[in-house]
């Protein structure tokens, strides 16, 4: 059983939306290993960045082009130098090292999840 239940409004107050990667730069600021991304959600919410420690899994060549589930309406956190603007969701592996959560096929840039 989860911790806490919550009630389906507060679910669907977290905006989670498909974005591609276009450009995934060294952080090397970042007290923990982690990638600069800069994330393409289509026209209506344009590109957003988000710092991701995901670089034990993650190549720079393996994450552009990549879709990928983000929350865009948290507020942005400062990070170091740089400001994050959306989070980027993951799951813990065995190692404790995060896998990203991807769409299994194709979809529009900026959809949301339901």
């Known amino acids: 059983m989860p911790d806490k239940l919550i ?3 507060d679910f669907l107050k977290v905006n989670i939306r498909v974005g591609r990667i276009v450009e995934a730069l060294p952080f090397p600021e970042a007290r923990k290993p982690a990638w ?9 919410l344009g590109t957003k960045k988000s710092s991701a420690q995901i670089t034990e899994n993650y190549t720079a060549e393996m994450l552009i082009g990549k879709q990928i ?4 309406n948290f507020p942005p956190r400062q990070i170091g130098p ?3 603007e959306v989070l ?9 090292s995060i896998i990203l959560i991807s769409p299994d096929q194709q979809v529009e840039e900026g959809v949301h999840l339901h």
């Open 88 to 96: 980027t969701l993951g799951v813990s592996a065995a190692d404790g």
């Open 7 to 9: 009630q389906f409004d």
């Open 69 to 72: 589930l983000a929350v865009v």
């Open 82 to 84: 740089f400001m994050s």
């Open 36 to 44: 600069k991304l800069i994330i393409d959600f289509g026209p209506k």
